[in-house]
């Protein structure tokens, strides 16, 4: 079990290592919107690369009734 | 390209609205756009293009993802002209030029509800010359850009172009004032959440090792080992202590120092001690002689505190936003016509009595003032919650605040907007909170005296013990102090209080101010204000004249109302078409009526008298009676009446009011009317409602003052903004939903569905919360003083101490969530509320 003497301090240090990341996330503006985050990923950027390539399938999965 | 869908969709895309804003499409509008493959129909020219624009720029995933339509048509939201905005004294008002060459401003936006809304602004606004930076903030509806300018001018150039593409995308935006409550509270929400964050990855941490101290006392552990752990939970702890328990220390400190008692001093000894004494325990060689560590409670019960102060705080940031600042309700900026007839878009602060402003149809009127050209009527609803609209003229008053209707208005200020009525309320409502008493929690009451009392008895007995035992003082002081900790005393009140904010979310009531719960108790009287909260204008119907077709006479009404601001076209609108009516050369004829030409003959709906040429006498003398219809006639001979339903009232009881007028007179409270509305209709309504104490003809000031007066708690129950200062005064304010920001800041709860029962629901839940709350606090302080004389006597091990804190404060806290496991039993009509 001498182990533990390595590993306990080490999740102390972890701890704060995680606050640190937190704090700084926090700092960052990372959580002042919750909302728009989780939905940035359905949006593409106009004009990019995959974009594009949808533009020219033009969507199949609406208006596909013809 | 061809559609094929089935009619079922197609009628489902009818009844939907208008593609882009939602709204009812006007009947004889057939304009479509193709979205998707798809026709779909939408309600103005305004609509049409911003769905072009949209496209055009290659923004269409917009339409997929919103999550639903703008639910305003361009330019009929907060809008301000753009052009008003060219004048370079007007935006610098609103814009901020940094050294680097750039200009910073914030835009109130309209129509922006989800993620969508904010991608396609942002997007579409990018490739406008010269812009650096523009972002959406959801949350508070705002757009903050920033672009290149040199000067005023060009600042102002940029600030009318980004206006302008925002319209053009089918949006609206205004310039706000930067808004430092928004700063404010974004700082104290970053604030809050680090606060959670570490105390939250702490107590996980400290409970983990926790758990195998604990399994450690069973299965045994070599001491070494246990130091380890011991000090790792110390050090965990007091990174939670230091960092994440500072809002506590700082408010106990704050309210120490103002000479008074709150909750945050017996938290911050709870945390205070339960570190403390641990940390003694720690470095005393406490480990050595297996006593007790108390580090995992004290960081759990921060953590948990913190998250119950963090919702709380969320929701009264929701309602203390920027927007319900008064100055939402004016215009950004208004015409002033020179004496030489020159026009300049002003701010309505810089107005000065004696100005003269031309008001467009559908503005909100900047100033008060006096009427110098023009008539036609104002729509005073956002100011008195009342619907119908006050016939003006030359020479007639109009307050600020209030919407015009159909026609040009030219104004003589005659007081400047920051002294209007109008500005008098917030001053009013400042003064109310003021002079209302403040509420004094029971724990409050009682902490003072148990925070002496923990002192004391630890003193006390630290002095005896040094005389009986001077090796046993210091373990037995630590354990007294540990079972005397004022944790689940500490606990009783907020998690309660939590849990019934939590409970009256759910049954559609927004809780803003918590305390108001323990107001509730010393209620005697429920003032309720009539027009919007217990009326509510009725509905409009259609009594066509010998041989006229009754749905024909409503398609043509409809068309002809197409574009009429005035609540009773509005009113009219709702009704169903089944026809698109067209009409040439439509014109508003002000004060009087709508007149549009088809085949050639002359179609009129408006005043009786104007609407009809009376050919005969039975006609005539129906107008004599017919005071609030309006007649639609066709070249002068009359086809039909149109007129709110009800016997000629033309208001109607809310649903459910008669419900909780028996619902506060049960709970033993005197109800009372309070209105603004002239005496006859506040009597009737009255009257229907068996009310006896009524109120008419008040302003905001007066019913302020009626709150101020009464003998006992009251209840205030209002929507309008004039029932703002009265809201602030009230033992307990409740808003209804349909309150604009501004008044609901004002109030204590807010009805988020506008059900009248939702008021007897909040009642209930106050009840049954003192009730919890009185149960909790005799709990904590009787499990204190039971455990006290066992711990001063040396007779209590640490372990027990321990435990039973625990115990303790997971009984009030279990206690405290009774409150949540009521199933929902409230009915559709409310009248069987949650809480039997």
Known sequence: ?66 | MTTATSPAVDALAERDGCFHCGLPVPAGFDLEVTVGGRQHPVCCHGCQAAVAFIQDAGLDDFYRLRAAPTGTRPGEGVAADPSAFADADVAARFLHLDPAGRAHGDLALDGVGCAACAWVIEHGVKDLPGLQQARVDLANGRLSASWDANDATTAAVGLTRLMERINALGFDAVPAQPAEELVLHEQQRRRSLTAIGISGIGAMQVMMLAIADYAGLFSGMADDHRALIVWAQMVLTGVVVVWGAQPFFKGAWQTLQAGRMGIDVPVSLAIGLGWGVSTVVVLSGGIERGEHVYFDSVAMFTFFLLLGRHLEQSVRHRFARADARLDALLPAAVTRLAPDGDRTSVLPAQLQAGDVIEVPPGGIIAADGKVLEGTGEIDRAALTGESRPQDVGPGTTVPAGSRNGATRLQLEVTRPATNSALAAIPNLLARARAERPPVVHLADRVSGIIVAAVLFIAAVTAVVWSFIDPARVLPVTLATLMVTCPCAFALATPVTLTAATMRLRRLGILLVDPSALERAARLRHAYLDKTGTLTEPGQITCDPFDGADRQDCVDHAVALERDVPHPLAAALRRLPVSANVTFEALRVVPGSGVEGFKDGRRWRIGRPRWAASFENDATESATESDEGSIWLSVDGSPLARFRSAHGGADETLRTGATELLRALRDRGLDPAIVSGDVADRVRAAAGQLGIERWWADLDPGSKYALLAEADGGVLYLGDGLNDAPALGRAGVAVAMASACDFTRSAADAVVLDDRLAGVADLLDGAERTRRIIRQNLLWAISYNLLAMPLAVTGLIAPWAAAIGMSASSLLVLGNALRLLRRQETANAAGTVTAWK
Do not use: C, N, T, Y
């Not at chain 1, 290592?17 to 939905?39: I, N, T």
């Open chain 1, 1 to 66: 079990m001498e182990v533990i003497w390595v590993l306990i301090p080490l999740s102390v240090l972890l701890m704060l290592l995680a606050v640190r990341a937190f704090v700084w996330a926090v700092r960052s503006r990372q959580f002042d919107d919750l909302d728009r985050e989780a939905s940035r990923i359905l949006f593409e950027e106009p004009g990019s690369e995959s974009a594009r390539v949808d533009k020219e399938s033009e969507h199949p999965r609406r208006g596909g009734h013809d």
